[in-house]
């Protein structure tokens, strides 16, 4: 099995490789990544540091990409919007892979009433608009990057409930597990050690393209101001601030919004890449 799932696992990296667009959006998210880590060590300037004699300057030698209406440095800040971005997207996406997986795994495996009651659960979470779900937990619990993080993830698990639900349901009637079973192996370890396993991939996958859907959920939320608050800066901020004053400093839309939006492209192209590397299907594309 192990080495069925390792040859598995070369394969699909071989085939992501293959995918030059999905490759580069890879090696550009790394770097991003990379340079929010280091953002405090290379930053030109503190981002909360205000200029007010500048006041929004276009881009020159000083400040690469211009200053904003308060003659704040928009490269630094869009350095340190750029953490808050990636960590707004990934922990409120861990968050969702941890509910929607222990749910969608918990629903499948059991079955019968237990299977139809948690599903009907999330049936009806789906009937609620999740934005204002969101809305109404920063009205009442206060606007922290914690609660954002948790209050994202917290409505984004019910499709990765349902994929993981699906891929248990499919496994469940497998011979391994059939036999595991037989063989008196105890429910929690083959949960753990068979079911979530063997059902990660299309997790995995979903799991990406879920990361460009909360950044852009948060931008949405910045941009109604409900999300990051001043001094701190994430991109939807920036584009927020930027579209206020478009037609007279148009550096504050442009770049913030080129940044967001090659950033998601690119999520979405290594999901996609992802995606085609598991697909048993595309084996011998």
Do not use: C
Request: aromatic content about 10%; overall charge negative.
């Amino acid at each position: 099995m192990d080495n069925q799932e390792s040859s598995l696992f070369k394969d699909a990296l071989i085939r992501l490789t293959r995918n030059k667009l999905s490759l580069f959006s890879l090696i550009y998210i790394i770097s991003l990544v990379v340079m929010a880590l280091i953002t405090p060590f290379v930053a030109p300037f503190d981002y909360a540091y205000q200029d007010l004699s500048l006041g929004a300057s276009a881009p020159s030698a000083d400040h690469l990409l211009g200053t904003d209406t308060l003659g704040r440095d928009l490269l630094t800040r869009m350095m340190y919007g750029s953490r808050i971005s990636l960590m707004v997207g990934f922990l409120a996406t861990s968050v969702a892979l941890v509910i929607g997986v222990i749910w969608g795994t918990v629903a499948g495996f059991s079955g019968g009433k237990t299977d139809a009651i948690m599903m009907r659960i999330v049936d009806t979470l789906y009937g609620i608009p999740f934005i204002i779900l969101i809305i109404l937990l920063m009205v009442i619990f206060g606007r922290n990057l914690i609660l954002l993080f948790l209050a994202i993830g917290a409505v984004e698990w019910l499709t990765m409930a349902r994929i993981v639900r699906s891929q248990v349901l499919n496994l469940s009637k497998q011979e391994f597990i059939l036999s595991a079973e037989a063989m008196g192996v105890s429910k929690i370890s083959i949960v753990f050690r068979h079911l979530i396993p063997n059902a990660m991939g299309p997790v995995i996958v979903y799991a990406t393209l879920t990361v460009p859907q909360i950044m852009l959920l948060e931008a949405f939320l910045s941009f109604l101001g409900l999300g990051v608050q001043p001094p701190l800066s994430s991109w939807g901020l920036l584009i927020r601030d930027g579209a206020v004053s478009m037609e007279e400093y148009w550096w504050l839309l442009i770049f913030p919004s080129l940044a967001f939006s090659l950033t998601l492209f690119s999520l979405n192209f290594i999901g996609d890449g992802l995606r085609d590397a598991i697909d048993p299907r595309t084996a011998d594309s």
